[in-house]
């Protein structure tokens, strides 16, 4: 009786108090079909698929915790970035994240960077207050090395309405980074990060638009590529 009362009644209980399926998050795995995103050899791996995988396993443990959760896509299928924007907002959204894998000249290049669009008013503010909430749960899962809260330009998270964030998850042109990221354990690691990043934002979200406190934000660092 004792069990049933722990598993069962009290997540009840605390999601009556704290309605999180109330809130929506619509992830947003990078690339997919004829778009393959960055590629790596010994051992292969492509982004489109990496990217799938983590969301599937974000989407997991973000609905155990009682959110409601949108993909924009749930196949090996391309979906135009407008689109993609479309479905957040069709789905009411009330943050979305983007995830891809990173890529750059040096194979040194290593580490989990997220991006938010640094324009004005109170959603830029709560974008890099998630920002900085998901990079540093994600590092502490993975212990991964940080390359800091960035502005991007990227369409997705400039023309989404609601907070938005890209996470760069890691360096597929790295070798090591490229065989953690084929790892099923490692992406089990990054998605815990993310997850547990969604709901420390939502936990400690502000009722106002002035008491939205903003998040360090960290420049610099090794110039990526998709």
Known sequence: MRFFLYTFLLP???LAVHPKGLFTVVLDPGHGGHD???RGEKPFC???RITLQTARLVKKYLEVLGYRVVMTREADAFVPLEKR???ARRAGS???ISLHCNAAPSSAAQGIEVFFYGGEGVRSLA???LADA???RMVYRTEAHSRGVKRGNFFVIREARMPAILVETGFITNPEERSHLRQPSYQEKIAR???DGVDFYFNTRKTSSAGVEPATCRLGGDRSIH
């Open 94 to 96: 009330h943050i979305f």
């Open 134 to 136: 998901v990079l540093s």
């Open 12 to 14: 009840l209980a605390l």
């Open 46 to 48: 492509e982004e489109k």
């Open 85 to 87: 924007v479309e479905i």
């Open 127 to 129: 974008s890099q207050r």
């Open 36 to 38: 393959r995103g960055a």
């Open 193 to 195: 990060g993310v997850a």
